[in-house]
């Protein structure tokens, strides 16, 4: 995310950033359910209210980047070199986050404990998976903005959950893949080589439509 120009600005980023780093290692740590809002505030050396004005809910402190890869998306679509299609850019831009090594698709022993403490959460599991819905519906108002169609164009909106559903098993099998194979690389190829056969599965899907 680009970086505040002001003070005061880039002061809050800090210890928004701050907070949610703290927040996540002690859910890693401990699960989410086991945390405190008060024991995140103390790793985090803010107030308790300094917690919530910065996060509403406890479990925004673990998806944090929700709104970048949110930014992510609509940039994508939006800002597509001419010639290329709504839906290969999308195809594109998840090429683009592994080449350039984005912590939104990272795989490695960082990252590794994000799948469990999310299975190991209901409310976090509840939040993933509205999570994903709102992205499709994000997903499927971008894809028809771009081409001129209604927002309720049921292609832009099947296409926008086949997407999303192939990024899911993409992203599950990719860590799965890190945590037996130890490797960045085997787990960066098991997430192209799914998104790959799934933009496949999904240009011959739409074909005879303007996102492809």
Do not use: C
């Not at 929700?66 to 594109?92: I, S």
């Not at 296409?159 to 194979?181: K, M, P």
């Amino acid at each position: 995310m680009p970086e505040p120009s002001d003070r005061h600005s880039r002061k809050r980023l800090a210890t928004s950033k701050a907070i949610s780093d703290a927040a996540t290692r002690l859910f890693m740590e401990r699960g989410f359910d086991h945390v405190t809002v008060d024991e995140i505030a103390e790793a985090a050396d803010v107030g308790r209210m300094t917690v919530f004005n910065h996060f509403p809910r406890k479990e925004d402190m673990f998806f944090d980047r929700d709104e970048e890869g949110r930014e992510m998306l609509r940039e994508a679509v939006r800002q597509r070199a001419t010639g290329v299609a709504p839906l290969e850019a999308l195809h594109l831009l998840a090429h683009r986050l592994v080449a350039e090594r984005s912590p939104v698709v990272e795989f490695s022993a960082r990252s590794e404990r994000l799948v469990p403490t999310v299975a190991g959460s209901e409310t976090l599991k509840a939040r993933a998976r509205a999570i994903r819905d709102e992205l499709a519906d994000l997903v499927a108002e971008t894809l028809a903005e771009a081409v001129g169609r209604d927002p309720a164009d049921p292609d832009a909106h099947l296409a926008a959950s086949l997407l999303l559903a192939t990024w899911t098993v993409a992203f599950l099998d990719a860590h799965r893949i890190f945590r037996r194979t130890r490797s960045r690389e085997n787990a960066n190829d098991a997430f192209l080589a799914l998104v790959d056969k799934g933009a496949a599965g999904l240009k011959a899907a739409m074909t005879g439509t303007p996102y492809v």
